[in-house]
Protein backbone atom coordinates (compact mmCIF):
# COMPACT_ATOMS: atom_id res chain seq x y z
CA UNK A 1 0.00 0.00 0.00
CA UNK A 2 0.98 3.59 -0.90
CA UNK A 3 2.30 6.08 1.65
CA UNK A 4 0.34 8.93 -0.82
CA UNK A 5 -3.04 9.33 -0.50
CA UNK A 6 -5.38 10.55 -3.54
CA UNK A 7 -6.75 14.12 -2.43
CA UNK A 8 -10.66 14.91 -2.56
CA UNK A 9 -11.56 16.65 -5.67
CA UNK A 10 -15.01 18.93 -6.78
CA UNK A 11 -16.26 19.80 -9.75
CA UNK A 12 -14.87 23.35 -10.99
CA UNK A 13 -18.73 24.00 -12.29
CA UNK A 14 -19.48 26.07 -15.59
CA UNK A 15 -19.61 29.34 -14.40
CA UNK A 16 -16.29 29.94 -14.38
CA UNK A 17 -13.69 30.47 -11.12
CA UNK A 18 -12.87 33.89 -9.86
CA UNK A 19 -9.09 34.82 -9.53
CA UNK A 20 -7.38 35.59 -6.54
CA UNK A 21 -7.03 39.00 -5.77
CA UNK A 22 -3.22 40.25 -6.29
CA UNK A 23 -0.98 40.25 -2.81
CA UNK A 24 -0.72 43.46 -1.70
CA UNK A 25 2.28 45.99 -2.55
CA UNK A 26 5.18 45.54 -0.71
CA UNK A 27 6.17 48.08 1.35
CA UNK A 28 9.49 48.51 3.04
CA UNK A 29 11.56 51.71 4.85
CA UNK A 30 15.11 52.60 4.47
CA UNK A 31 15.73 51.20 7.86
CA UNK A 32 14.42 47.97 6.66
CA UNK A 33 16.55 44.76 5.68
CA UNK A 34 17.45 45.07 2.03
CA UNK A 35 16.01 41.36 1.32
CA UNK A 36 12.63 42.28 1.50
CA UNK A 37 12.93 43.65 -1.67
CA UNK A 38 15.51 41.59 -3.12
CA UNK A 39 14.62 38.79 -5.87
CA UNK A 40 16.07 35.67 -5.45
CA UNK A 41 16.78 33.94 -9.07
CA UNK A 42 16.96 30.51 -7.83
CA UNK A 43 12.65 31.04 -6.74
CA UNK A 44 11.93 34.51 -8.45
CA UNK A 45 10.73 35.51 -11.83
CA UNK A 46 13.53 35.03 -14.20
CA UNK A 47 13.49 35.45 -18.33
CA UNK A 48 16.08 34.69 -20.24
CA UNK A 49 16.58 35.23 -24.02
CA UNK A 50 19.06 34.61 -26.68
CA UNK A 51 20.92 36.67 -28.16
CA UNK A 52 19.92 36.51 -32.29
CA UNK A 53 16.83 37.09 -31.35
CA UNK A 54 14.84 39.87 -32.90
CA UNK A 55 14.07 43.15 -31.05
CA UNK A 56 10.14 43.65 -31.26
CA UNK A 57 9.72 39.37 -30.00
CA UNK A 58 11.52 39.88 -26.95
CA UNK A 59 9.48 42.93 -26.15
CA UNK A 60 6.54 41.07 -26.83
CA UNK A 61 7.64 38.38 -24.63
CA UNK A 62 8.71 40.41 -21.69
CA UNK A 63 5.53 42.34 -22.17
CA UNK A 64 3.51 38.47 -21.56
CA UNK A 65 5.95 37.97 -18.83
CA UNK A 66 5.45 40.94 -17.23
CA UNK A 67 8.91 41.92 -16.74
CA UNK A 68 10.69 44.92 -17.57
CA UNK A 69 13.99 43.57 -17.80
CA UNK A 70 15.63 39.74 -19.63
CA UNK A 71 18.77 38.36 -19.26
CA UNK A 72 20.83 37.67 -22.72
CA UNK A 73 22.24 33.70 -22.70
CA UNK A 74 21.63 30.49 -22.71
CA UNK A 75 19.87 28.08 -20.86
CA UNK A 76 20.44 24.51 -21.00
CA UNK A 77 18.97 22.26 -19.20
CA UNK A 78 18.25 24.66 -16.16
CA UNK A 79 21.71 26.13 -16.19
CA UNK A 80 22.67 28.93 -18.27
CA UNK A 81 24.83 31.47 -18.64
CA UNK A 82 24.42 35.18 -18.80
CA UNK A 83 26.09 37.09 -21.49
CA UNK A 84 23.67 40.65 -20.85
CA UNK A 85 21.04 42.49 -20.00
CA UNK A 86 18.09 43.69 -22.15
CA UNK A 87 15.20 46.38 -20.95
CA UNK A 88 12.23 47.30 -21.64
CA UNK A 89 13.59 50.86 -22.09
CA UNK A 90 16.37 49.63 -23.86
CA UNK A 91 14.18 48.17 -26.59
CA UNK A 92 11.88 50.93 -26.89
CA UNK A 93 14.16 54.02 -26.18
CA UNK A 94 16.67 55.84 -29.10
CA UNK A 95 19.14 53.16 -28.64
CA UNK A 96 18.20 50.63 -31.68
CA UNK A 97 17.80 53.42 -33.78
CA UNK A 98 21.12 54.71 -33.15
CA UNK A 99 22.69 51.22 -33.70
CA UNK A 100 20.82 51.00 -37.04
CA UNK A 101 21.63 54.05 -38.18
CA UNK A 102 25.53 53.35 -37.54
CA UNK A 103 24.99 50.17 -38.75
CA UNK A 104 23.12 51.32 -42.06
CA UNK A 105 20.91 48.46 -41.23
CA UNK A 106 16.51 48.36 -40.64
CA UNK A 107 15.63 48.56 -37.89
CA UNK A 108 13.86 45.17 -38.28
CA UNK A 109 17.24 43.37 -38.89
CA UNK A 110 18.56 44.04 -35.40
CA UNK A 111 19.38 41.42 -32.92
CA UNK A 112 19.00 41.44 -28.99
CA UNK A 113 22.39 41.34 -29.45
CA UNK A 114 23.32 44.88 -30.71
CA UNK A 115 21.40 46.65 -27.83
CA UNK A 116 22.18 44.56 -24.71
CA UNK A 117 24.55 45.77 -21.97
CA UNK A 118 26.94 43.22 -21.71
CA UNK A 119 27.05 41.33 -18.31
CA UNK A 120 30.63 42.75 -17.62
CA UNK A 121 29.71 46.37 -17.53
CA UNK A 122 27.03 46.19 -14.50
CA UNK A 123 27.71 46.06 -11.27
CA UNK A 124 27.62 43.12 -8.80
CA UNK A 125 26.94 42.88 -4.90
CA UNK A 126 28.36 40.37 -2.95
CA UNK A 127 25.37 38.33 -1.64
CA UNK A 128 27.07 38.47 2.08
CA UNK A 129 27.41 42.00 2.22
CA UNK A 130 23.49 42.25 0.69
CA UNK A 131 22.04 39.98 3.87
CA UNK A 132 23.10 42.89 5.88
CA UNK A 133 22.37 45.59 4.02
CA UNK A 134 19.33 47.53 4.97
CA UNK A 135 16.80 49.06 1.71
CA UNK A 136 18.02 52.59 1.90
CA UNK A 137 22.15 50.60 1.43
CA UNK A 138 20.52 49.75 -1.64
CA UNK A 139 19.44 52.81 -2.73
CA UNK A 140 22.58 54.49 -2.11
CA UNK A 141 24.32 51.86 -4.48
CA UNK A 142 21.49 52.20 -7.40
CA UNK A 143 22.27 55.75 -7.36
CA UNK A 144 26.32 55.57 -7.02
CA UNK A 145 25.66 53.09 -10.01
CA UNK A 146 23.74 54.88 -12.13
CA UNK A 147 21.56 51.65 -12.58
CA UNK A 148 18.22 50.49 -12.54
CA UNK A 149 19.20 46.80 -11.65
CA UNK A 150 22.09 45.94 -9.68
CA UNK A 151 23.01 42.31 -9.64
CA UNK A 152 24.19 40.36 -6.51
CA UNK A 153 26.65 37.30 -7.23
CA UNK A 154 27.95 34.87 -4.80
CA UNK A 155 31.51 33.21 -4.91
CA UNK A 156 31.26 29.17 -5.19
CA UNK A 157 34.29 27.16 -5.84
CA UNK A 158 36.19 30.53 -6.26
CA UNK A 159 33.50 32.06 -9.59
CA UNK A 160 31.49 34.28 -9.28
CA UNK A 161 27.84 33.09 -9.74
CA UNK A 162 24.57 35.32 -10.31
CA UNK A 163 22.74 34.35 -7.19
CA UNK A 164 19.45 37.85 -7.86
CA UNK A 165 18.85 41.39 -8.14
CA UNK A 166 17.63 44.35 -6.58
CA UNK A 167 15.43 46.47 -9.22
CA UNK A 168 15.21 50.54 -8.97
CA UNK A 169 11.14 50.04 -9.66
CA UNK A 170 10.21 47.45 -7.05
CA UNK A 171 12.68 49.64 -4.57
CA UNK A 172 11.29 52.73 -5.49
CA UNK A 173 7.01 50.92 -5.05
CA UNK A 174 8.24 49.41 -1.88
CA UNK A 175 9.43 52.99 -0.39
CA UNK A 176 6.71 54.64 -1.66
CA UNK A 177 8.51 57.15 -4.08
CA UNK A 178 9.80 57.01 -7.63
CA UNK A 179 13.76 55.89 -7.87
CA UNK A 180 12.85 55.63 -11.91
CA UNK A 181 15.02 53.69 -14.49
CA UNK A 182 17.76 56.45 -14.94
CA UNK A 183 19.05 57.25 -11.74
CA UNK A 184 21.78 59.19 -13.33
CA UNK A 185 18.62 62.09 -13.96
CA UNK A 186 18.50 62.48 -9.97
CA UNK A 187 20.89 63.70 -7.77
CA UNK A 188 21.63 61.95 -4.27
CA UNK A 189 20.47 64.84 -2.34
CA UNK A 190 16.86 64.34 -3.97
CA UNK A 191 16.64 60.81 -2.67
CA UNK A 192 17.75 61.44 0.33
CA UNK A 193 14.91 64.00 0.33
CA UNK A 194 12.70 61.58 -0.94
CA UNK A 195 13.56 58.40 1.25
CA UNK A 196 13.32 61.37 4.93
CA UNK A 197 9.39 62.28 3.68
CA UNK A 198 8.30 58.92 4.35
Known amino acids: MSEFHVLACVPAGTAGLPLPRPHERLSAGPADAALKVYTDLRSGPCVIVPANDGLDETLRLMLRAG ?17 GLITAGDLQGERPVLRALAAGVPHDDLKVADVMSAIADWPLVELAAVSKARVGDIVATLQSQGRGYLLVGERIDGQWRLRGLFSASR ?3 ALGTA ?19 R
Open 171 to 173: VGQ
Open 67 to 83: VRMAFVGDATEGIGSVQ
Open 179 to 197: LGEDLKSRSFAELEAALAH
